[in-house]
């Protein structure tokens, strides 16, 4: 005797679609919890090395009559301070939870990503603008920018967000979206091309929420791959 299945198809699609969504959510709050930790970890180590300054300056003040002790915390002084500078540079000048936050309001179902890269570059003298509006970065010693070490107010972070997209146009709507958003600037396409794919493992899956009868077909669906570039507008 045949089962009959009571359950319709629609409501099965609802289902998968908002387990679909709760992952999601649950990845971007790792991300968040994450980069809070890091901020956290960042900040206390600043605080640690300034009150070993402080602690070293004074004892510095108490027992300068002593030679020998005098050169001992003189050094321990140099030492912090060498430290603390480091700290400040490797300190992060950018909310990546932000971003990541606003690209996931920016990234709509019909756009898969596969990778994202986020590095840094160096600033030339030319490309620095000391009276732009709105900057949250500071350029702590213009001599750095000869240096080996990237001090984060010598450099930009260059943004590369890769993946698929059901049509050319959704790449083109990202585009437009990314460059109105106040967290991205200079958005420029790498390349877009046009691609087939199997509904399979989590092209089946992204299919799914985008063309459910893609996702029925063996023949292939096809989408546009994509590229963009961008830099984070926070200098």
């Known amino acids: 005797m045949k089962e009959i299945d009571f359950i319709p198809e629609w409501y099965r699609n609802k289902r998968y679609k908002q387990r679909v969504y709760f992952r999601r959510y649950v990845v971007l709050g790792g991300l968040f919890a994450v980069m809070m930790t890091w901020n956290f970890v960042t900040a206390f180590s600043i605080s640690r090395a300034k009150a070993g300054i402080a602690k070293a300056e004074k004892q510095y003040e108490q027992i300068g009559s002593h ?4 050169a001992v915390i003189k050094n321990q002084i ?9 700290l400040d540079m490797v300190s992060p000048g950018i ?20 990778n994202i890269d986020l590095t840094a570059e160096r600033f030339t003298i030319d490309q620095i603008n000391p009276r732009a509006k709105g900057l949250n970065l500071r350029v702590a010693n213009s001599q750095m920018l000869n240096s ?9 972070f260059k943004f590369v967000l890769k993946g698929l997209a059901a049509d050319a146009t959704d790449v083109a709507e990202l585009i437009v979206d990314m460059e109105q958003s106040p967290y991205f600037s200079q958005v420029i396409p790498a390349y877009s091309r046009n691609r087939k794919i199997k509904a399979k493992g989590k092209f089946r899956r992204w299919l799914l929420t ?7 077909s063996d023949n292939g669906y096809g989408v546009s791959e994509f590229e963009l570039n961008c830099y984070i507008a926070n200098y």
Do not use: H, P, T
Request: a negative charge; zero cysteines; aromatic letters at 4%.
């Open 67 to 70: 030679a020998n002790q005098f």
């Open 78 to 86: 140099s030492s912090s301070r060498k430290k603390a500078a480091i």
């Open 95 to 114: 909310d990546v939870a932000s971003i990541l936050a606003e690209l996931s309001y920016l990234i709509k179902d019909e756009i898969l990503v596969s």
């Open 148 to 156: 080996s070490i990237l001090a984060v107010g010598d450099i930009r």
């Open 210 to 216: 985008i063309n459910n009868d893609a996702a029925q």
